[in-house]
């Protein structure tokens, strides 16, 4: 939860600062290494003793699925449904008019996303009717923040989910050196690729993930919203069938008694 709101509270003051420089240059170097002086004095401010590991496996530990049967809650996912489900600037995976759709918050950092994602694009496999929508959210690191700018930007080029796939595969702990030249194997241009990074839209849509998160009480990733669910951590290849399979239903109903909605 700590990591959440810096994280939050950093990317509003990056893209705050944007808006003042209206410069399409990526962060520098001194840019990055004050954000890590940042994050290591807000931890000693705060005295927090856990490490990342640490806070990542207790979070999961506490995975849980919630429907959101309560009036205010599903009023709040109806309010912001269309930044959910229909901005124009997140990558989409599947069936572009597909029946269901599934939003995953994700960061690179996270083991768990890469099996959430796995998953996901498995799922799309057998059921062509399903879109999947991709929100990075990066609260775990700066190099997280890295991999989250290069991957929206690795969307300029048409070249998002072999960016992703590419990432996710790599071995190990990612860093900033591997981000790069992960984007120099697919044959992304890297010059724009960092101008990309730095821009007003890809900045802003990382805040207005963030912002999301924030209303539907997102604290870690993955996290995925399907319907009225919202599933915290790693849900089961099962549940997830069945929790499509439930949501396509809800749909159905919808759409008979012409309440379904749509991007268009």
Known sequence: MIWYFFSFVLFSLIFCCRLVTATDLPLSLESKSN?????????????????????????????????????????????????????PVDPV??????????????????????L?????????????????????LPILSTTSETAALASLASHYQNKYMKFQTKLFDTPGQITQK???????EIGLDIDRLKVDMGNTITLNQI????????????????ALVIGNYLIHGLISKKKLIQLVAKVRRENSLKHLQHKSFGCS
């Open 35 to 87: 954000i890590k002086v940042l994050i290591h004095n807000y931890m000693q401010d705060n005295g927090i003793v856990q490490q990342e590991n640490d806070v990542i496996k207790n979070y999961f530990v506490m995975q849980r699925v919630e429907e959101t049967d309560t009036y205010d809650i599903k009023q709040i996912l109806r309010n912001n449904q269309y930044a959910l489900e229909c901005d």
């Open 93 to 114: 995976l599947g069936n572009l008019t597909g029946d269901v759709t599934v939003v995953e918050f994700f960061d690179y950092q996270c083991s768990y996303c890469k």
């Open 116 to 136: 959430m994602t796995l998953l996901l694009k498995e799922l799309i496999e057998k059921d062509s009717n399903i879109r999947i929508v991709f929100k990075e």
């Open 178 to 184: 591997i981000i790069f030249q992960v984007a120099q």
């Open 207 to 222: 805040r207005k993930s963030f912002e999301l998160a924030r209303i539907l009480s997102i604290r870690g990733t993955p």
